[in-house]
């Protein structure tokens, strides 16, 4: 079992930037894919980026040139750094683990764009 822990949500104006963070409950290295999803309240949960755990990385093209995934396995944390948000309102941000079959998911951390 993992557990995942999501932070570095909050308001933000448009064009603006803000760096989520996922804290894994143990290590995270042998984890092949670590990975950001986002969710409108009441829409479909959708993909923003991936990272396996050799680096390798996958973005929604919506996102692409503004956010930046990455991992630190020492810290078993996964950070998504995000610039020139865009506003949306309010969406949630929900951490993802995936290794075959396994799949486990965050409780999320909200990030709302507006002025």
């Known amino acids: 079992q993992v557990q995942l822990v999501e932070s570095g949500g909050g308001l933000v104006q448009p064009g603006g930037s803000l760096r989520l963070s996922c804290a894994a409950s143990r290590s995270i290295f042998s984890i092949y894919r670590m990975g950001w999803y986002r969710q409108v309240p009441g829409k479909q949960r959708e993909l923003v980026a991936t990272i396996t755990s050799g680096g390798s990385t996958n973005y929604a093209d919506s996102v692409k040139g503004r956010f930046t995934i990455s991992r630190d396995n020492a810290k078993n944390t996964v950070y998504l750094q995000m610039n020139t948000l865009k506003h949306g309102g309010t969406e949630i941000y929900y951490c993802?683990?995936?290794?075959?079959?396994?799949?486990?998911w965050g409780q999320g951390t909200q990030v709302t764009v507006s002025s």
């Open positions: 993802n683990a995936k290794r075959g079959e396994l799949n486990y």
